[in-house]
C-alpha cells in the first residue's frame, strides 16, 4: 500500500493509450528521413544477391528504373550509388574511378536523362571500389598516401559532377580533401554541386558485408586504421567536422551509425550543420539475423531507426529506405 501524499503528476497518463502516445511523441520517421544505397553491376538484366546482406541485391544497370521508380513513388529523397567493379578492372592506382563509361558513371547519365531532379544521387568519392588493394587512396609501404591520393579524388568529384551526380561524399578520410573538391568544383563551375563529407568515419569492423557487396572484401590488405578514425575517441570527431565545415562541406556524415550515437548527438549539438547517420551493413546484416533466427521481432528495426532520429540525425542512409512502409506496419 502506498503510503503519505503520492505526486499530483503522473506520467504514465499521457502513456495509457495509443492515440495519447501519437500526440506527444518526440520523434519520428517519414521516407523524407532516407537515403536508399543501391549496388550496381555490369552485365544485363540482372538481380544478383549478396549473401553476407539477405534481402539487398545488386542490379544491372537495366534494372535501375524500377528501382527508382518505387524510391520516387515511396518518396524517398536521394539514392545512393556503390559499384561493383570487376577483378580485371582494378589496379593498384584505382584508374577505373576515372573512366567515363564505369558503372556509376553510366548509371548517372541513365537515371538524370529520365528523372532530372526528381530525385537527388549521392555518390561516393574514394577509390577503394577501384583499387587491387581495397584501399580509399594510393598505397605505399602499406601506408596511405594523402596529397597524392586526393589529386585522383579531384578528378573523380568532377567527372561525377558532369555525369549528373548532385551530392558527392567522400568517403576517403583524407586530410584537406573538401577544401581541395570544392575549389576544384567551383572552377570548373559546379558550384552548385553539393558536398556530403564523410567527415567521421570509423576505422570499424561493422563493414564487413558492405566489402563483400562492392567486391572489395577479400582484397584488403592490411587495414585502414592508419587514416580512418579510431573508435575509442570522440573529441577528434568534433575537430574533423569543424575541419571540414571550414572547408566547405554543406552536410556531414557519422559511419557507422548505431554504435556511434553518442558522436551524432555531440555532431549536431555543437555545429547544428545538417548530420547524416549510415546505419552500415554490418549493422543490417545484425539485425536481419537476428529476425530470421527468431531472436527478436522485426519491431527491433523501427527502434533502432528511431534512435538515429532522437540522437540528432536529419536522415539516415540504410538498406530499410525502401521497406519503411512494412516496416512502420
Given at each position: 500500500?502506498?503510503?503519505?501524499?503520492?505526486?499530483?503528476?503522473?506520467?504514465?497518463?499521457?502513456?495509457?493509450?495509443?492515440?495519447?502516445?501519437?500526440?506527444?511523441?518526440?520523434?519520428?520517421?517519414?521516407?523524407?528521413?532516407?537515403?536508399l544505397p543501391i549496388f550496381l553491376i555490369d552485365g544485363k538484366n540482372k538481380k544478383q544477391s549478396i549473401k553476407s546482406m539477405p534481402g539487398v541485391y545488386r542490379y544491372t544497370i537495366d534494372k535501375l528504373n524500377n528501382l527508382v521508380d518505387r524510391a520516387i513513388k515511396k518518396g524517398i529523397p536521394m539514392i545512393a550509388l556503390f559499384p561493383y567493379?570487376?577483378?580485371?578492372?582494378?589496379?593498384?592506382?584505382?584508374?577505373?574511378a576515372l573512366n567515363e563509361n564505369n558503372l556509376v558513371c553510366r548509371a548517372l547519365q541513365r537515371i538524370k536523362n529520365k528523372y532530372k531532379n526528381e530525385i537527388g544521387i549521392m555518390c561516393d568519392v574514394a577509390l577503394d571500389p577501384y583499387t587491387s588493394h581495397g584501399h580509399d587512396g594510393l598505397l605505399q609501404n602499406k601506408y596511405v598516401l594523402n596529397d597524392e591520393t586526393i589529386k585522383i579524388l579531384l578528378d573523380q568529384s568532377l567527372l561525377q559532377a558532369q555525369m549528373g551526380c548532385d551530392v558527392l561524399a567522400p568517403s576517403d578520410m583524407m586530410d584537406g580533401r573538401i577544401g581541395e573538391i570544392?575549389?576544384?568544383?567551383?572552377?570548373?563551375?559546379?558550384?552548385?554541386?553539393?558536398?556530403?563529407?564523410?567527415?567521421?568515419?570509423?576505422?570499424?569492423?561493422f563493414y564487413g558485408p558492405f566489402r563483400d557487396a562492392v567486391g572489395s572484401k577479400n582484397l584488403l590488405k592490411?587495414?585502414?586504421?592508419?587514416?580512418?578514425?579510431?573508435?575509442?575517441?570522440?573529441?577528434?570527431?568534433?575537430?574533423?567536422?569543424?575541419?571540414?565545415?571550414?572547408?566547405?562541406?554543406?552536410?556531414?556524415?557519422?559511419?557507422?551509425?548505431?554504435?556511434?550515437?553518442?558522436?551524432?548527438?555531440?555532431?549536431?549539438?555543437?555545429?547544428?550543420?545538417?548530420?547524416?547517420?549510415?546505419?552500415?551493413?554490418?549493422?543490417?546484416?545484425?539485425?536481419?539475423?537476428?529476425?530470421?533466427?527468431?531472436?527478436?521481432?522485426?519491431?527491433?528495426?523501427?527502434?533502432?531507426?528511431?534512435?538515429?532520429?532522437?540522437?540528432?540525425?536529419?536522415?539516415?542512409?540504410?538498406?530499410?529506405?525502401?521497406?519503411?512502409d512494412q516496416i512502420i506496419k
Open positions: 500500500m502506498i503510503t503519505g501524499k503520492f505526486p499530483a503528476l503522473r506520467l504514465r497518463r499521457n502513456r495509457k493509450t495509443d492515440w495519447s502516445r501519437r500526440l506527444i511523441e518526440e520523434n519520428n520517421l517519414t521516407p523524407n528521413d532516407f537515403i567493379t570487376e577483378k580485371r578492372k582494378k589496379n593498384d592506382l584505382g584508374t577505373e570544392r575549389k576544384y568544383l567551383d572552377k570548373h563551375n559546379f558550384k552548385m554541386t553539393q558536398i556530403l563529407s564523410y567527415a567521421v568515419k570509423y576505422a570499424s569492423s592490411g587495414n585502414k586504421k592508419n587514416y580512418q578514425m579510431d573508435y575509442r575517441n570522440s573529441d577528434e570527431a568534433l575537430r574533423e567536422v569543424a575541419l571540414d565545415i571550414k572547408e566547405g562541406a554543406d552536410m556531414v556524415m557519422v559511419k557507422p551509425g548505431l554504435p556511434y550515437l553518442d558522436i551524432i548527438k555531440k555532431v549536431k549539438e555543437n555545429f547544428k550543420i545538417p548530420v547524416m547517420a549510415y546505419q552500415v551493413s554490418g549493422e543490417y546484416s545484425l539485425l536481419e539475423y537476428g529476425i530470421k533466427n527468431d531472436l527478436t521481432d522485426r519491431n527491433i528495426i523501427l527502434e533502432s531507426l528511431i534512435s538515429f532520429k532522437r540522437a540528432g540525425a536529419n536522415a539516415i542512409v540504410s538498406y530499410y529506405a525502401d521497406r519503411l
